[in-house]
């Protein structure tokens, strides 16, 4: 017998000038100085400025905190905490990619429960309430806004802590496709490639259930044609906003570990981390399929898939039951 539960815990508002409603929507859960999370690119980009000042035509007054880098590492958490504690903040609003939504959600942790990211590594160690959050995504890939964990850095091992707790999950996500035209056409693949691979993860996971398993083929059904596409024609909204739709519906269902082995495509395309700073994530050391199958052999996966078009090629960690093509995989999704 099938058993599971499924719960949201956050306001998806979605389409084409969404950010606008940023004011009205902060408005509603009391923010009067949020702290705005943004990387310095999103900065360049105009977006912060839109933000700011849809807020401020709300009554409400932004407090800019642009000290971080990619992959936030607990030293800029804590600067981040220190700079909040002085700022008199109310709430917290996470704007970029990943590595935005995941620094607001730290500073959240420590500015709210104390200590620092260490103690919060794993789940559920957070014991008092923490400020009320809206995180805004400028990339389809991460899908940290759809998680309460916050993946950081530790400053001195540089291990990757996953911290999380439901009490981290923003109240509201804005997912607005434009502003996601302004990545660079490099973020966009890396993005792109993430979100595939969280569908892929949501469907081979030993964790699946019915639910979970109609979100990844909704999600596979939105992004796999629309990859390449968004690649190919950066402005095509369209597509963007598709991609931006299935990133989402990948990262609510439940995900397993994979691993993803990239073919000469990617590879040629000089992507440096092509998966992300992900812990449940592996690059494979060797770029062939022979790799994949001796983890197969080893028990270690439910799927292989190896890949053409696209470049996906994952493999669950769990028990090898099939070896097949990604045409086949997709087919299998659809």
């Not at 792109?192 to 993860?201: K, M, V």
């Not at 000469?264 to 060797?286: H, N, Y």
């Amino acid at each position: 017998m099938c058993t599971f539960e499924f719960q949201t815990r956050t306001r998806i508002i979605f389409g084409e000038g969404a950010i606008d409603r940023l004011g009205a929507l902060a408005r509603e859960l009391k923010f009067r100085r949020p702290l705005l999370v943004a990387d310095h690119g999103l900065q360049a980009s105009g977006h912060v400025a839109e933000a700011s000042q849809s807020l401020a035509g709300a009554g409400i007054e932004p407090v800019p905190f642009h000290d971080f880098e990619s992959n936030p590492d607990t030293n800029m958490v804590e600067a981040g905490r220190v700079f909040a504690a002085t700022a008199g903040i109310d709430s917290i609003i996470g704007l970029g990619g990943g590595s935005s939504m995941d620094c607001a959600k730290a500073i959240n942790f420590v500015l709210t429960n104390g200590g620092s990211m260490r103690d919060y590594r794993g789940h559920g160690k957070a014991s008092k309430a923490m400020l009320p959050s809206i995180g805004i995504p400028t990339t389809a890939g991460t899908g940290s806004e759809a998680q309460s964990v916050a993946i950081i850095s530790d400053a001195e091992t540089h291990a990757k802590m996953a911290c999380g707790d439901e009490k981290a999950m923003f109240r509201v996500v804005i997912l607005d496709p434009v502003l996601t035209v302004s990545q660079p056409r490099d973020v966009t693949a890396i993005a792109g490639y993430d979100a595939l691979s969280h569908a892929t993860e949501a469907f081979v996971t030993s964790k699946r259930n019915d639910v979970s398993s109609m979100l990844a083929r909704d999600a596979f059904g939105l992004l796999e044609p629309n990859y390449e596409r968004v690649l190919a024609a950066p402005d095509d909204l369209e597509a963007r906003e598709a991609m931006l739709r299935g990133h989402w519906i990948a990262n609510t269902a439940p995900m397993g570990p994979v691993y993803i082995n990239l073919d000469a495509e990617m590879q040629e395309a000089k992507l440096a981390e092509p998966i992300g700073p992900l812990p449940r994530m592996e690059r494979s050391p060797d770029p062939t399929d022979d790799f994949l199958l001796a983890l197969s052999e080893a028990g270690k996966a439910d799927y292989l898939v190896t890949g053409n078009k696209g470049g996906l090629l994952a493999l669950a960690r769990h028990r090898a039951t099939r070896i097949i093509s990604a045409r086949d995989f997709a087919a299998l999704l659809a």
